[in-house]
């Protein structure tokens, strides 16, 4: 779990409040504040995600990409820089395999002579580690595991 604060921002036109990125792990939970800033990419376009009272965001991230074998998407997502002299809180829930050691790839169930797998296997530990070595430029790491 992490609790995000974004405090106002004079000048937000010059930062962010985080960078383009997709969550590495299976889904996120996110409960957001009502000052708003969170923004997807859909179609080459940043929309926002406004704000709806006691509603939760879910994030599907790299991992679930994977197990997936691309049937859902990870979502690339940022946070603009908070212009609102209230402060910005979020609290992101990140749901991640317990167990970094076991091997992740495509489900078997859901391969066929059809829809072969689209990536290979890897340990959550490796993931997670290339995850925290490369900065957040919006460019998942779900290629770099794709055959
Ligand atoms: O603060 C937010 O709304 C999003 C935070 C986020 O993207 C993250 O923690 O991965
Ligand atoms: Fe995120």
């Not at 792990?25 to 179609?43: A, F, N, P, R």
């Not at 074998?69 to 820089?81: C, G, I, P, T």
């Not at 212009?83 to 391969?111: H, M, Q, T, Y």
Request: with cysteine; proline share 9%; aromatic share 10%.
């Amino acid at each position: 779990m992490v609790g995000h604060f974004y405090p106002h921002c004079p000048q937000p036109d010059l930062t962010v409040g985080i960078a383009s990125h997709t969550d590495p792990g299976v889904v996120t939970v996110l409960l957001q504040d009502q000052i708003g800033g969170l923004q997807v990419k859909y179609e080459e376009e940043w929309l926002d995600v406004k704000p709806v009272p006691g509603a939760l965001v879910i994030n599907v991230g790299d991992i679930f990409q994977i197990i997936s074998n691309d049937q859902y998407k990870s979502v690339e997502h940022r946070v603009l820089a908070n212009p609102s002299k209230d402060p910005r809180v979020s609290i992101a829930v990140f749901c991640n395999p317990s167990n970094r050691e076991n091997s992740f790839g495509p489900l078997p169930e859901l391969l066929s002579p059809q829809n072969p797998a689209q990536f290979r296997q890897f340990t959550f530990a490796d993931y997670m580690r290339r995850f925290f070595t490369k900065e957040l430029d919006g460019k998942s790491l779900v290629n770099y595991y794709r055959v």
